[in-house]
Structure formats: C-alpha cells, structure tokens
C-alpha cells in the first residue's frame, strides 16, 4: 500500500514538473509564436509575400522574422484591437519579385502600397478579395497583363494607382463598381480601347491621370459631371475629336493637361473665364485652330501656358501682365503673326511675370524689332527661344541683362548688325544660336567669358574679321560651327586645345589662311 503511495505521489511530482518546463518553454517562445492565435492567415500571407521577393538589396525583409510579432516587421501595420495587418507599405524599397496571390488573405488590409519597386509578372486577381481596401499603389513596377476585373469588388477603394507599369488592354468595364474613387492614375502602360465613360459617374473624383497610353475615340462627355475634378491629364495618347463642351464646365480644374493628341477644332474664346483656379494647361501637339483665347488673361493662377505644334494664328495679343505666376510659356510651332510691325509688342507685357522660366515662340510667323524691354524679363528666365520667324533690326545689348540664360535661341531671323559684346554676361550659357541672320562685324572676345558654353551656332552670317582665340576658354564647348560667314586669318590653335570638342567643328566657307 505504501509503495502505490509513493507510485502516486511520484507520478505527481513528475507531472507538476512537466507543467512547470512547458510555462517556461511557452514563455521563452518568441512574442509572434504566443500572439498568433486568430492570426495565423496573416502571417502565413505575409510569408507566401516574402517568399516571392527575388531581389532585396536593403534587406527590408530581414526583419521578416520569428524573432518579433509580424506586426513589427518592417512595412507592416495592423490594427490595435484585432492585431491583423491593416497597411502594406513597401515602397522605395527596390523589391524585386512577384506579387504573390496569398495578398488576397490579409483581409483586413486596408493600404498595398508598393510603389517605386520592380515588382513583375500580372496583378493576381486575388487583390480583388481585399474588400476593405481604400489605397491600391503599384505605380512604377513592371507589373505586366491586364487590369483584373476581380478588383471590381474593391468597392471601398478611394485610390487606384497603376501607373508607369507594362499593363494592357482596355479598362474592365467592371471598374464602374468603383464609384468613392477620388484619384485614378493608370498613365505611363498600353492600355487601348476608349476612356469608359463610367468614370463621369464617379461624382467624388478629383484626379484623372491616363496620360502615355494608347487610348483610342473621343474625350467622353461624361467627364464634365466630375465637379470636384482638379486634374485631367489624359496627354500622349491617340485621342481624336473636340474638347467635349461639358468639360468647360469643371471649374475646379486647376490642371488640364491634353497634349500629343489628335485633338481638333477651336478654343473658345471665353476659355479664361472658365476655369478660374487653373495653374496649367497644355493643349501642345494636337491639330487645335484659330485664334489665341483672348480671355487667356483672366487664368490669373495660371503657371504653365503650352500651345505649342498647332495652328495657331492671329496675333499674340495677350496682356501676360494679368498673368503674375507665369513662369512657363511654349507658343512653338503655330501660325502666329499678321505682319504688322508692333508684332513684339507682347515682350513688354511678359515683364510683370516675375517668375518667367521658359519664353519659346519658335516657328511662327512674327515680325518686328526685339523691344529693349527684352532685358527687363524675370531674372530667373532660362530659355528664351524666338527662333524660325522674321524678327529684324539689332540685337538689343539690354539682353545681357538676362543673366540666368541657360539656352538663348535666336536663329533664322533677319538680325543684322553686331553681336552685342555685353553677351558675354551671360556667363550660366550653355546654348547659344545666333546662325541664319544677317549679322556682321567680328566675333566678340567677350564670348571667352561663357565658360558654361556648349553648343555655339554662328554660321550662315556676314561674320567678318578673325576668330577671337578667347574661344579657347570655353572648355565645355561639345560643338562649335562658324561655317558660311566672311572670317579671315589663322585658325586659333586655342580651338585644338577644348578637349571636349567632340560632336563638331565646322569653318567651312570662310576665308581662313595660314597653317592648320
């Protein structure tokens, strides 16, 4: 009898130590083994995620580990109270991989967001079971295939972001379930097919960006019910047809950006006073007519100003001192002029535009002097282009005044008299154009001073005199033509010493002597 006591009380003891090593095992366990319960579908989603990562030059999966609660691991968020991962951020990670279907299981999630990464292959149509999900970012992957009409039943999605991908084929009709979208960016793929107009009906949108495509047909009508929409960018695709006239009615606009199109007619002539708070707009590339809007000076916000590559015609007749915030206007390539002498009359107007970056009027039709008030444009001016028209008279000095000038263009015109030795003020010049003018007398020493310079045209004038051996401080200079003027004398051995004068050097027709 005594010994069964002692049997039992044995077996006891051995028991209550076996409980008391399975606490301790159980409270040496990594936190994310203890904290799993309810939440196993999460962290073996997150390791499906993981096990399709390829490339990882960061390490951010490394602390995609049992060593802490999945919780924890980096570009992971969950909720405070179910503990299940609500937010998938990962972007500008330099991930490479696949996105893997199992992402369909963090059913909770209510952010994927992966941008800036090299994620491949199709977006799994699993994405669609993610029903909570408000912010869809892929943009700028090499995601391939076409849109998943799964991700029709992501109905709580406020941010569909899928742009600068390899993606294809047309928009699913599906997507019209989307209807809380408040930004749709799907530029930069090869979609085809025409812009569904469904997306009229997604009455909370506030940007549309679908530009670098290959859309097809007409802008839709529909588009002008979006009253909260600030952002139309639907440039570089194979749109065709007129501006919708319902599109004049979104006065939220801020940027209306349709250029590199097929798009035709012409722009209404109270265009400025449709959309008050507009910032940009570029309409360039496309086969628009007729006049310039004369109501262009009410866009008082406006900053970028492109109508280039159309036609264009009349006169520039815009009063830009009504357009302060200018710093960006591209009138290139119309039909612009009437051959009325005050032609330039638009130059002293662009004075008040404090802010002017880039002044382009190439390729037109222009007449009449370069006005001295050239130099009062904004000291922060970059490009000033008034190549290919018929601009006569002299150079005004009062250009030097410029002197952030990165790029002055003012080739095939009819200049004539002396290059301005002020010029060499311009020392942030990189480009300079003078070629197919008439101008003469000699090459200024000053040009020596643009030691930024890099491309110097100068041929195709009554140039005359010897090569100024100054040139030789211009130790960036990659191409340098001084062909088809009048240039006597000995070539500067200076020349031979620009190391980086690589593209070109032309003197061809001149009347250059002595030794090479």
């Avoid at 977006?123 to 912010?135: E, K, S």
Wanted: aromatic letters at 8%.
């Amino acid at each position: 009898m005594s010994s069964m006591r002692c049997h039992l009380l044995y077996l006891q003891i051995i028991f209550v130590l076996a409980v008391s090593i399975l606490l301790q095992f159980i409270i040496l366990l990594p936190p994310t083994a203890a904290t799993w319960s309810g939440n196993e579908t999460d962290y073996m989603a997150l390791l499906a995620f993981k096990s399709k990562i390829v490339h990882d030059p960061e390490g951010v999966m490394d602390s995609w580990n049992d060593s802490v609660h999945f919780c924890n691991w980096q570009g992971v968020t969950c909720g405070r109270r179910h503990r299940q991962v609500t937010i998938l951020d990962l972007h500008e990670s330099r991930l490479a991989g696949f996105i893997s279907p199992y992402i369909g299981n963090l059913s909770f999630l209510r952010v994927l967001w992966l941008t800036n990464n090299t994620f491949q292959g199709e977006i799994p149509p699993q994405v669609g079971n993610l029903f909570r999900l408000q912010v869809l970012g892929l943009y700028n992957n090499s995601l391939t295939g076409e849109i998943p009409a799964n991700l029709s039943h992501c109905f709580n999605l406020r941010y569909f972001g899928i742009g600068t991908n390899m993606l294809v084929g047309k928009l699913p009709t599906e997507l019209s379930s989307l209807s809380k979208l408040i930004r749709l960016r799907v530029g930069k793929n090869n979609f085809s097919g025409e812009i569904p107009s469904f997306i009229g009906n997604f009455t909370s949108l506030e940007v549309i960006s679908a530009a670098f495509n290959a859309f097809t047909g007409n802008i839709p009508e529909a588009l002008g019910q979006l009253q909260n929409l600030t952002s139309l960018i639907l440039g570089a695709n194979k749109l065709s047809g007129k501006i919708p006239s319902s599109i004049y009615n979104l006065s939220s606009l801020t940027l209306l950006s349709l250029p590199k199109n097929q798009l035709s007619g012409s722009i209404p002539s109270e265009l400025g006073s449709m959309f008050p708070q507009l910032q940009h707009l570029a309409l360039d590339a496309n086969h628009f007519r007729g006049p310039l809007p004369v109501s262009l000076p009410n866009f008082s916000n406006i900053e970028l100003l492109g109508l280039s590559h159309n036609h264009f015609s009349g006169k520039i007749s815009i009063d830009f001192r009504l357009l302060p915030r200018l710093n960006f206007l591209n009138l290139v390539k119309n039909n612009l002029g009437t051959g009325e002498p005050d032609e330039m009359g638009f130059i002293p107007s662009l004075v008040n535009c404090t802010n002017l970056q880039v002044l382009a009027v190439a390729f037109n039709q222009l007449k009449g002097t370069l006005p001295k008030s050239i130099g009062n444009l904004s000291a922060t001016i970059s490009v000033l282009d008034l190549s290919i028209n018929h601009i006569y008279g002299e150079i005004p000095s009062e250009i030097s005044h410029l002197v952030g000038l990165d790029v002055l263009d003012l080739s095939e015109n009819e200049f004539k008299g002396r290059i301005p030795y002020s010029i060499g003020n311009l020392q942030n010049l990189q480009e300079l154009f003078l070629c197919s003018n008439w101008l003469e007398g000699d090459v200024p020493n000053t040009i020596g001073k643009l030691s930024s310079l890099t491309h110097f045209y100068l041929e195709e004038n009554r140039l005359q005199g010897k090569v100024p051996v100054t040139l030789g401080n211009c130790q960036r200079l990659l191409l340098l033509n001084l062909s088809f003027n009048n240039l006597i004398g000995a070539i500067p051995r200076e020349l031979f010493g620009i190391s980086t004068l690589s593209i070109s050097l032309n003197l061809a027709w001149n009347h250059f002597s002595g030794p090479l």
